[in-house]
């Protein structure tokens, strides 16, 4: 399992479901900051994530 970096996190249970979190990686997408969305089964969360190490 490789090393993430978590920027942000929203609820899995928001009413637009993951589209905060897509928005947010955009944002740093657009910054060149490579940011993916994954659910976080476990803590019910859409998290933002880099690899660790990219957030520079």
């Known amino acids: 399992m490789t090393a993430r970096r978590i920027l942000a ?6 009413p ?3 589209w905060p979190a ?3 990686a955009q944002a740093f997408r657009d910054q060149g900051i ?3 969305v ?4 476990r803590t ?3 998290l933002v994530v880099v690899p ?3 957030t520079s």
């Open 9 to 14: 996190s929203t609820s899995a249970g928001h």
């Open 16 to 18: 637009r479901g993951s």
């Open 22 to 24: 897509e928005e947010q």
């Open 34 to 36: 490579p940011a993916t």
């Open 38 to 41: 994954v659910a976080d089964i």
């Open 44 to 46: 019910d969360r859409f």
């Open 52 to 54: 660790d190490g990219e």
